[in-house]
């Protein structure tokens, strides 16, 4: 059985890239082999690398779309907002709790969600 290990995402300014995910998502940065490569702690042992376009590493956005819960979506979003981040889709209501879909420097979709408590 297959477990899974690591997402990647093709940028066009690692630098730029590498920022956002640290300071607008607070990720822990876990290797820094820029201008390679870089990559960020997820939960369970998962990894988040970036690595920068190339000829057959090419951006594509709507190809990808992460989703990470924080504390308060709607913190979360005014706060990225302040930090010139896109929201590309408002705080609202779902069945599961709250969420919103802010795009990081690529204009990948990133899903940031408040779950609702389980009762």
Same mark, same amino acid.
């Given at each position: ?29 876990? %290797? *820094? @082999?820029?201008?390679?490569? +870089? ?11 970036? #690595?920068? =376009? ?23 979003? %005014? *706060? @990225?907002?302040?930090?010139? +981040? ?11 709790? #709250?969420? =919103? ?19």
């Amino acid at each position: 059985m297959a477990r899974f290990a690591i997402a990647m995402i093709v940028c066009s300014e690692l630098g730029r890239s590498r920022w956002f995910y640290k300071n607008i998502l607070e990720l822990k940065l876990r %290797t *820094d @082999a820029s201008p390679h490569w +870089v990559d960020f702690d997820l939960a369970d042992g998962g990894v988040l690398g970036l #690595r920068p =376009a190339s000829e057959s590493l090419v951006v594509k956005t709507g190809s990808l779309q992460l989703g990470f819960t924080v504390d308060d979506v709607d913190r979360f979003v %005014t *706060d @990225a907002r302040t930090a010139a +981040v896109t929201i590309l889709q408002e705080p609202h209501e779902e069945s599961f709790g #709250r969420i =919103a879909v802010i795009a990081d420097p690529d204009g990948y979709p990133i899903q940031v969600a408040t779950p609702k408590p389980w009762r």
